[in-house]
């Protein structure tokens, strides 16, 4: 049997054009959602989760204008 390397912290490029979009489009549902069930029970993730989703709505108006 031979040795199998991984590659950590290697970053895999993200498809272009309409995949790209679709992808944050829900990256950016799924933080907004996860922000708020954690709304009142743990406020420091919930409000990682806001910070997460505002970047990715950041990055999709830069990408759909």
């Known amino acids: 049997m031979e040795k199998q390397y ?23 549902q799924n933080f907004v959602e996860k922000a708020t069930n954690m709304e009142y029970t743990d406020t420091k993730l919930g409000e990682f989760f806001e910070q997460k989703a505002r970047k990715l709505k950041k990055i999709l108006e830069g990408l759909v204008q």
Request: charged share 15%; proline share 4%.
């Open 6 to 28: 991984c590659r950590v912290g290697t970053v895999t490029p993200m498809t272009s054009g309409r995949k790209a979009i679709a992808l944050l489009e829900y990256q950016y």
